[in-house]
């Protein structure tokens, strides 16, 4: 069974960091990439980051020199860092992992998402 289990998110305060980590199984993890989307209230789920196996990481302009995106291929997990939170940065963080089938097209798999709030 593929599965993305998101875990890291919570409570930060405006100016610190964050780090939310999605541990994959059930798919062979070099094999996709893997990224991290955000939702904030009321707003429309956007592209945060993204890395392929074979290629350079993915920033969202908007996150650009505040956030890193790593991935461990000996624990099939990919974190994603953000520093200098804005109370802006609330928003629930979903993992991704994206292969291309030939048969098929794009295969997305979705985490269940984890909340991050950054108090003012």
């Known amino acids: 069974q593929v599965q993305l289990v998101e875990s890291g998110g919570g409570l930060v305060q405006t100016g610190g960091s964050l780090r939310v980590s999605c541990a994959a199984s059930?798919?062979?993890?070099?094999?996709?990439?893997m990224g991290w989307f955000r939702q904030a209230p009321g707003k429309e789920r956007e592209l945060a980051a993204s890395?392929?196996?074979?290629?350079?990481?993915y920033y969202s302009d908007s996150l650009k020199g505040r956030a890193t995106i790593s991935r461990d291929y000996a624990k099939n997990t990919v974190h994603f860092e953000l520093n200098n939170l804005k109370p802006e940065d609330t928003a629930v963080y979903y993992c991704?992992?994206?292969?291309?089938?030939?048969?098929?097209?794009?295969?997305?798999?979705w985490g269940q998402g984890t909340q991050v709030t950054v108090s003012s």
């Open positions: 890395k392929p196996t074979n290629d350079e990481a």
């Open positions: 991704y992992a994206k292969v291309w089938e030939t048969l098929r097209g794009w295969k997305t798999i």
């Open positions: 059930g798919l062979t993890f070099s094999s996709y990439t």
